[in-house]
C-alpha cells in the first residue's frame, strides 16, 4: 500500500529532530477516549477520570540514569525523594491533592541492596511528608543504568480542576517561588564532577552553592501554595507545574488556552543564588528561569479582580497578564524592548542533561 507523503517524513525524520511533544502527538494520534469515565486523557499535567463527586487524577513520570541524573553527583535518597516529589508537583498543578504512587524499577548489578535501601528511604520520606501511600510497583532487572517509573494517583473536587487550558485574556499569569535555581544546581554539579574527574584528590567546591544545589537534588512539590491559594479562596483559570522551564510552561497554557501572552524580565523572581551562579557560567540568569527546568513551582493564572490579594504575597509573583492568541507570547525586557518568546526549554530527546 503506498503511505501518504505526510507519513513517510514522519518515518524519516530523526527523533531527537522531532522533539518529545510532537512525538507524543504521533505516537498517540489514534487513541481518543471511549470511556464516559474518562473527562481528560493526554495533554495535561495529569488524567483526569470521573470517580463520582470526584475526580481521580493520575500521572507518571520516568527518570533514567544518564538522562535524568548522574548517579557520580546524586545521593540516592535524594534520588528516591525527587521521584516521587516530581510526580506529586504535576498532582498539585491539577489543583489536586496526591493520596498512592506506585513504584517501578529496573537495576543493573552496580546497585547494591544497601544502595537501593537508601533510594526507599528518600521515597519513604516523601511519603511522610506529603502524606502518600505507597501501594505497589514492579522490579526487574536492567541491562545498564537505574530505570524509574512512578506513578502518582491523587482526587480533586470536580469544581475545582485547573487544567492548562482556562486562561482568559487580561488574567493576570503568576508564578510560585522563584525560578532557574535547579539549573543552576545542575551547572554546578557538572562543573565540580568535571574537576574531580581531572583531579581525584580535589574537594568539590560547592559551599556556597548549598540553595541550588538543593533545589536540583531534593526538589519540593507544591503543596503550600496549593493551600494558600485555597485559603484566599483563589481558584486558578488555568496551572501547570514548571517542570521544563517558564518559556515552555507559558506556551503551554497559551496553546491549550488559545491564548497570547505579555511576561514582564524584570518580574521574574529569580533567587540571588541562582544569579551569581548564572553570572559565573556568564549565562543570563533569566535564560535560566526561561529555559532551566525543573523548578516544580506553579505557573498559573488568576482573574484581575485576585489582584490586591496576591500584590504582596511572598511566595506568588504577578510576573504578566493573558492577551488575546493573535499578540502572540512575548516578553518584556528590563528596557521596555519586546522580544517573541520561543520556548527551549527542557525537551528530553533535544539536550541530553547531564
Ligand atoms: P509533564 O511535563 O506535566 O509530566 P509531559 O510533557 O511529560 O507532562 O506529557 C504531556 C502529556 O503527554 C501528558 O498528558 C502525558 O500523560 C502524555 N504522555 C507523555 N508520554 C506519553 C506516552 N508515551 N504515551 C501516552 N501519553 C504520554
Ligand atoms: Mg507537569
Known amino acids: 500500500m503506498k503511505k501518504d507523503k505526510k507519513q513517510e517524513d514522519q518515518n524519516i525524520i530523526n527523533i531527537s529532530e522531532l522533539g518529545e ?7 498517540t494520534a489514534d487513541f481518543k477516549p471511549v470511556l464516559k ?30 538522562i535524568h541524573f548522574d548517579i557520580a553527583y ?15 508537583s504535576d498532582i498539585y498543578a491539577m489543583n489536586g491533592t496526591p493520596t ?70 487580561n488574567d493576570l499569569i503568576c508564578v510560585s517561588g522563584n525560578l532557574g535555581a535547579a539549573y543552576a544546581g545542575l551547572l554546578v554539579l557538572q562543573r565540580e564532577k568535571k574537576v574531580f574527574m581531572a583531579n581525584p584528590n580535589s574537594q568539590p567546591d560547592i559551599e556556597n552553592y548549598s540553595y541550588v544545589l538543593e533545589r536540583q537534588l531534593k526538589p519540593e512539590a507544591s503543596k503550600f501554595i496549593i493551600e494558600q491559594l485555597n485559603e484566599m479562596s483563589i481558584l486558578p483559570t488555568s496551572m501547570i507545574d514548571v517542570s521544563d522551564g ?32 548564572a553570572e559565573e557560567f556568564n549565562i543570563s540568569p533569566v ?9 516544580y513551582e506553579l505557573l498559573f493564572t488568576v482573574g484581575q479582580e485576585h489582584f490586591e490579594k496576591l500584590q504582596n504575597n511572598p511566595y506568588i509573583k504577578i510576573i504578566g497578564y493573558i492577551t488575546n492568541v493573535c499578540d502572540g507570547l512575548n516578553i518584556i525586557t528590563a528596557d521596555g524592548k519586546q522580544i517573541p518568546l520561543r520556548a527551549q526549554g527542557w525537551d528530553a530527546f533535544k539536550n541530553n542533561r547531564v
Open 21 to 27: 511533544f510532537k512525538l507524543i502527538d504521533i505516537l
Open 37 to 66: 469515565s474518562t473527562i481528560t486523557a493526554i495533554g495535561d499535567d495529569t488524567a483526569v477520570i470521573d470517580c463520582g463527586d470526584k475526580a481521580m487524577l493520575i500521572t507518571k513520570d520516568l527518570l533514567v540514569e544518564g
Open 74 to 88: 546524586t545521593p540516592l535518597k535524594h534520588l528516591g525523594y525527587k521521584s516521587v516529589v516530581v510526580n506529586l
Open 100 to 169: 498512592q504512587i506506585v513504584v517501578g524499577i529496573a537495576i543493573s548489578s552496580r546497585y547494591t541492596v544497601d544502595a537501593l535501601k537508601e533510594f526507599y528511604e528518600g521515597i519513604k520520606l516523601a511519603c511522610d511528608k506529603y502524606k502518600v501511600d505507597l501501594v505497589g510497583g514492579d522490579t526487574c532487572s536492567s541491562a545498564s543504568g537505574l530505570f524509574i517509573s512512578v506513578t502518582a494517583v491523587g482526587t480533586v473536587d470536580k469544581d475545582k480542576i485547573t487544567y492548562r487550558k482556562g486562561a482568559k485574556k
Open 246 to 277: 517558564l518559556a515552555s510552561e507559558i506556551m503551554h497554557i497559551c496553546k491549550n488556552s488559545r491564548t497570547g501572552a505579555y511576561l514582564y524580565e524584570d518580574k521574574i523572581p529569580i533567587d540571588p543564588e541562582t544569579i551569581s551562579v
Open 287 to 295: 535564560t535560566f528561569a526561561l529555559s532551566g527546568g525543573e523548578d
